[in-house]
């Protein structure tokens, strides 16, 4: 075993307690969201709190591997942030550690998170959800009073349909009932219709009371003649009425024997021979439908039997008359035909979309058998993956703690999510194949957690905020302030005799610039395209005066240091050609819309470089002032 250094030891510290934390907080979020999915089939059940305590434990179980991936991105996220912005992620880079050796221990960690993740949905996934599922479906059958929906049928009482249309639930009064009742058989039905009623459990738990207000009943007499076409039947009109109904409302579990062929409860052996098993059965579907289509049943020939063989001649529709031949028969035996055809088209008919159903049932639940496979082996490697992208983007944004790393977590999982589901959607449909819906997640954030990876290892400049925010800045005109303070050591001082006459000549300069461009107006549109691209009068007077307000920065007076800061920081080309090549600038001439942009992009600048101008000069003149007046005159 490979000694741990004790900087392996601090960052798996760190990162170890953050991870056990947001595992447990990305958990019972998912718990939360799972209990508010199925929150109606537990309240007012009366279920006791050792049926409620399984629940908890296999919904939790189930969602562990989901849980990992968000608590592997969060902790990696406020891990390297807190290392950015307390500067240890910078003196580990000083001391020659590479990103990647920084992050060697947590990836080695982490290939143990994904196995850990690949064995609760291999091994304890499918046995939880088995149990999760029976406790469900059991919990569904039990106390339906409560539960009985609004504008729609109930069934789960056995022998039994009931519709409400609408139901009070503070005084549990039942309005608009219709009740099926099918215990005796569907040919003995009886019907019951009541304005009101109200439904209760017995106190054994044994039955259901029926208090039903203002209604009819109707019941089928089935005849014992079978020739007799019609059936009589009662009906009885009621003020009030009540019936009991068998139903046994204490929790007992069903058998977990519906779970056998659903994919959530299968291993990956288990989902292997069970796709194997149904690829068999299209096969050999598909060869019997063929067969199907292919026999006597679908094709009119006829038949001649010479020594004991049979030899079969195809029909042609083309050789009949059938218009002679339905004319030749009687009335009767038209009909007769034409009901025959009919009743014998409409059974092929029917026998092929029972066929159609057979076939598209098994094609369904092969997809879902094989995304269950990839399943289990997408949402275990996601757990490196989020760490590849929140490793990096921690040491980007150096920013620890609760804030902006779990806004961050939660735009990527949702980007993660609906990718995800997209994935999944279209090979569950079949649209894709199944490998190619469930790997796209991976398929997408692997090569972005590698690209993030190296450009961070590099230190690139691409993952640096500050270049993006400084693009956007440039790229709506916003250019920075200056800030200029008083130095606490001052070397040399500025030659206040010649600063006067130097930024004199500044003006002059200035002036003369803006006379001769009358920056007010627009260039030529076909000069601008064509003409010369540097400005070197610009150039020089920005160099003198950067260089001038350099040396006047060295200044103890506050007075000038003051003034100094109201000087624009100029763009000497940002009124020029927007591309440096000059076919590039041409092209863009030529396309007019997009010439037409950059061509008031640089009107709006040569005003905004006439301003300047204008500005540079009171500001010259303020601090001629402030020399002569506050300094030159001590």
Known sequence: MPHLKKLDIFILKSFCLLFAGTFFICLFIFMMQFLWRYVDDMVGKGLELSVLAQFFFYASLTLVPASLPLAVLLASLITFGNFGERFELIAMKAAGISLMQI??????????????????????????????????????????????????????????????????????????????????????????????????????????????????????????????????????SFSEKHALIEFNANFNMIDEGFMTSQSNSKNMEMLEASIDSMRVLVDSLGAVNYKDASANNYRIHYERRQEDSIKVKEAQISEYDIDSIMNSMSPADKQRQLTNMLTSANNQLADWDFKNVNITQTLVSLRRHMTAWHEKITLSLACLVFFFIGAPLGGIIRKGGLGMPVVISVLIFIFYYI????????????????????????????????????????????????????????????????????????????????????????????????????????????????????????????????????????????????????????????????????????????????????????????????????????????????????????
Not at 111 to 128: D, R, T
Not at 217 to 231: A, G, H, I, P, T
Not at 500 to 508: K, R, Y
Not at 529 to 547: R, V, Y
Request: aromatic share 12%; charged share 20%.
């Open 103 to 236: 992050m060697r221990p947590l990836i080695v960690m982490l290939c143990f998170v994904c196995c850990l993740s690949f064995y609760f949905q291999n091994v304890i996934g499918p046995k939880a959800q088995t149990k999760l599922w029976t406790l469900l479906i059991s919990m569904r059958q039990k106390s339906p009073e409560l539960d009985i929906p609004e504008r729609a049928f109930y069934d789960q009482i056995e022998g039994y349909n009931l519709y409400v249309e609408h139901k009070d639930r503070d005084t549990g009064m039942l309005y608009n009932v219709m009740i099926y009742n099918f215990a005796n058989g569907f040919d003995n039905a009886q019907i019951i219709r009541a304005d009101s009623g109200r439904l209760e459990m017995t106190e054994d738990k044994q039955h259901l009371y029926l208090h039903l207000y203002s209604g009819e009943q109707f019941e089928n007499l089935q005849s014992q003649n079978m020739k007799q076409q019609n059936v009589p039947y009662r009906r009885e």
């Open 419 to 634: 990718v995800n589901n997209t994935g999944y959607k279209l090979a569950r449909d079949g649209n894709w194949a199944a490998w190619e819906g469930m790997w796209l997640s991976t398929a997408i954030l692997a090569p972005i957690g590698a690209y993030l990876t190296y450009k961070s290892n590099t230190d690139s400049v691409a993952l640096n905020i500050d270049t993006y925010v400084d693009f956007f800045k440039r790229l709506v005109g916003i250019r920075p302030v200056r800030n200029i303070t008083r130095k606490e050591v001052i070397i040399l001082d500025p030659d206040y005799q010649t600063l006067p006459a130097a930024l004199e000549n500044l003006n002059e300069r200035c002036q003369a610039y803006a006379n001769r461009h009358d920056l007010k107006h627009p260039a030529n549109y076909f000069k601008m395209w064509n003409g010369k691209q540097e400005d070197n009068e610009m150039d020089f007077i920005n160099d003198l005066l950067e260089t001038m307000i350099t040396d006047m920065a060295n200044s103890s007076n506050n007075y000038l240091l003051r003034e100094l800061n109201n000087y624009p920081v100029v763009s000497p080309h940002a009124h020029l050609r927007p591309f440096e090549n000059k076919w590039l600038n041409l092209a863009c001439g030529i396309v007019f819309p997009v010439g037409l942009f950059f061509y008031c992009r640089s009107w709006a600048y040569r005003i905004r470089l006439g301003k300047d101008l204008k500005q540079i000069m009171e500001t010259n003149n303020e601090v001629i002032n402030i020399i002569n007046t506050r300094i030159l005159n001590k």
